[in-house]
Each structure stands twice: as structure tokens, then as C-alpha cells.
């Protein structure tokens, strides 16, 4: 029986009840008899671990900038993990894959708050996150004004040595 449980003889039926304190297949047996009758059955109960998001944030973005490939980890439960918004909404221009990858370049600025859920068989689990989108920093400008026979020329740079 696993940890926890605890079974008690009744007149008719029986009943498991307690909540597991350890993951893994536990075995027991069931014995009944009635007067000169009896049988026993052997069962196991799989105790899965407990599905949570182990993600504890997100990264802030800028907008227009590529937010790269964030991954989102989860832990527990069995199968394949689904993921999704579940509440709230993703920064325009991010996008959230089933995998559970983040992906993108967020185009508007702004404070996003949101919920995303994972699920993986019979459990399902979620996480609040917030992700702040900010505007690129401005780029120094440097102009040349440059006087030739014919005029003067205008010329810019930004702070790279780029012409603007």
C-alpha cells in the first residue's frame, strides 16, 4: 500500500483513501471471505509526480529587437507536456508553440501580464509571468556640414559610423 493510505475491513466493499507521500508503483493485496469462501487479489497504484511549471520568469523584451528562443521547463506528471496561454495575453509579435517555446520580436511597448498552462496526461499545471517591453535606446546622431563650390552638403552618421 502506498505511504499514506490506509485500508479498514467493512461488511461490503472497501476503501482506499489517504494522499501518497511517495512517487512509484506501490503493490497490495485484497482479501475478502465470507463463510467458508475466501479470495485475494494483488493490485499496484502508480503514484506519478506532481506536474509544475519550474520556470520562475521571463526576460524583458525591446521592442522591434528579436526576443530569441526561451524554453520553457516543467517537471512531473507523464507523457508529453502541451503548453498554452491561459490567461491574460502574450506581448504582440511573441508566440508561445505547443512545445512550450517563446519566440519572436515584440512590437509594442508595454507591461504584459499573463498566465500559461501546461498539461501532460491527467495533470495539468500553471504559472503566472510578467514581461515588460521597452523602447530600443536612442541612437546619437553626429551631422557634417560640409561647404563646397556648389553648396553645402549634409551629412550623418549614427553612433556606429554608419551613414544615417
Known amino acids: 500500500m502506498s505511504p499514506g493510505s490506509t485500508s479498514r475491513p ?18 497490495f493485496s485484497v482479501s475478502a471471505s465470507s463463510g467458508s469462501e475466501s479470495a485475494q487479489r494483488a493490485f499496484s497504484i502508480e503514484v506519478i509526480p506532481l506536474l509544475e511549471v519550474l520556470t520562475a520568469s521571463l526576460p524583458d523584451g525591446v521592442r522591434d529587437a ?33 512545445s512550450g517555446t517563446l519566440s519572436g520580436a515584440p512590437t509594442e511597448v508595454g507591461a504584459y501580464s499573463f498566465t500559461l498552462g501546461v498539461a501532460a496526461e491527467y495533470q495539468r499545471a500553471e504559472r503566472a509571468f510578467s514581461i515588460t517591453v ?15 563650390a556648389t553648396g553645402y552638403q549634409i551629412f550623418a552618421m549614427d553612433e556606429d559610423g554608419g551613414n544615417v
Open 66 to 98: 528579436d526576443y530569441g528562443v526561451i524554453s520553457l521547463e516543467a517537471a512531473g506528471g507523464t507523457g508529453t507536456y502541451n503548453w498554452w496561454l491561459d490567461a491574460g495575453a502574450l506581448p504582440a509579435g511573441i508566440n508561445l508553440d505547443a
Open 10 to 27: 467493512v461488511s461490503s466493499g472497501m476503501t482506499i483513501s489517504g494522499t501518497p507521500t511517495s512517487v512509484g508503483s506501490h503493490a
Open 134 to 148: 521597452e523602447a530600443p535606446p536612442e541612437q546619437s546622431r553626429i551631422v557634417f556640414v560640409r561647404n563646397t
